[in-house]
């Protein structure tokens, strides 16, 4: 698969389906193929602890074969992109430009991009200019790895809810807000008292059909005018979700999912756990376990990170840009090539369990550890 990624992309996709055919069909195989053993085989405990311990490990080996499908299909994205990934970060990092544009239309709708620019901007301290900024700053590679983790959250949920947004608009299920409701409700009543003195008018109205404003309501349009309603953003969509809806879309569906988000984040920054067990240490270090505040607990990572008691990253504004940027595109990629298998093999994933809760907030450079 990497040297068709790399030599011939234009076969890429069919390759893929092809290897996803194959794993399903083994996958199905597998299933059927205890109710064909003969009963007297597999009255052996020997041949029966020896089969499931085969089967085990083919499906062990299958479901990384998907996960690394998986993960090829999403740098086939970024590849279609002409976007490179971020190499492994540590000490000081400047990777240079990354074409944004890319990053941004190439991936996302003009209505889910206004909410990735809420997301940058709360993670750049709502400065709009600090993208373009050369300033650099100094954070915990945890801080930076959590930042690029919920970065990638966001963007999978983004993509959830987006294509659900597109469907209910154009199937015209769209819930409308109370303040649009009442609007086509006042419309409606307006039209209403005014409907006997327009018929008044138009029954002394001497005019032929030529003559008549095809621009005007006709009468039978109220149905349509009570309907008629400014069609609500992306951003009023994703407010309208009781706690039950948000938290449902907010989460990965797919292990495979999970651990490909793992396995990015981990890929640029190392162990997760590791970082964090590191940072729990030196925060215990400069204080104790207590910690009486969240500006107490702020003020131990700073310190942790200015002494170096922790692994850190200095970068400057733009690379943090694009840090959270790529973050965005790969979970909204990873949620795309998750659907496509599920569609084409379902049975090729693992349902992920519930994870409760909204999607994750967006971080700064100043996260909790």
Request: aromatic share 4%; charged share 25%; hydrophobic share 40%.
């Amino acid at each position: 698969m990497v040297h068709i990624l790399s030599a011939e992309p234009h076969l890429f996709e069919t390759a893929v389906e092809n290897q996803l055919s194959r794993l399903a069909a083994e996958a199905e195989a597998m299933e059927e193929a205890p109710a064909a053993e003969d009963e007297s085989e597999q009255a052996e405990n020997n041949t029966l602890v020896l089969y499931e311990r085969i089967n085990q490990v083919k499906r062990q080996q299958r479901q990384q074969a998907v996960q690394d499908l998986m993960y090829a299909s999403i740098l086939h994205k970024f590849v279609a992109l002409q976007v490179d990934l971020l190499p492994p970060l540590d000490g000081r990092v400047d990777p240079g430009p990354v074409n944004l544009n890319a990053l941004t239309k190439g991936v996302h709708t003009d209505e889910a991009l206004e909410m990735v620019r809420s997301h940058l901007s709360s993670v750049l301290g709502g400065n709009e200019n600090a993208a373009f900024s050369n300033a650099t700053i100094r954070l915990s590679k945890l801080q930076a790895a959590q930042v690029y983790a919920a970065s990638i959250l966001f963007g999978y949920f983004l993509r959830r809810v987006d294509k659900r947004f597109r469907l209910e608009r154009s199937l015209g299920t769209l819930p409308k807000t109370p303040e649009e409701n009442l609007a086509a409700l006042e419309e409606l009543f307006a039209r209403s008292a005014d409907e006997d003195e327009a018929q008044q008018q138009q029954q002394q109205q001497q005019a032929t059909s030529d003559d008549m404003d095809l621009d005007a309501p006709m009468p039978g349009d109220d149905v349509a005018l009570a309907q008629r309603a400014q069609s609500p953003t992306l951003r009023g969509y994703v407010e309208s979700f009781d706690a039950a809806a948000l938290a449902d879309t907010a989460r990965i569906v797919s292990v495979e999912g999970l651990l490909l988000a793992e396995r990015q984040t981990g890929a640029l920054f190392g162990s997760i756990e590791s970082l964090q067990t590191e940072m729990q240490e030196a925060i215990e270090t400069a204080g104790g376990p207590e910690i009486s505040s969240p500006q107490e607990l702020m003020e131990r990572v700073q310190d942790a990170v200015a002494n170096e008691r922790v692994k850190t990253l200095t970068i400057n504004m733009a690379t943090q840009t694009r840090i959270v940027l790529e973050g965005c595109a790969y979970g909204s990629f990873l949620r795309d090539v998750e659907e496509d298998v599920d569609v084409t093999s379902p049975k090729l994933l693992r349902q992920a369990p519930p994870r409760p809760g909204p999607p994750p907030p967006a971080p700064g450079a100043t996260a909790d550890p």
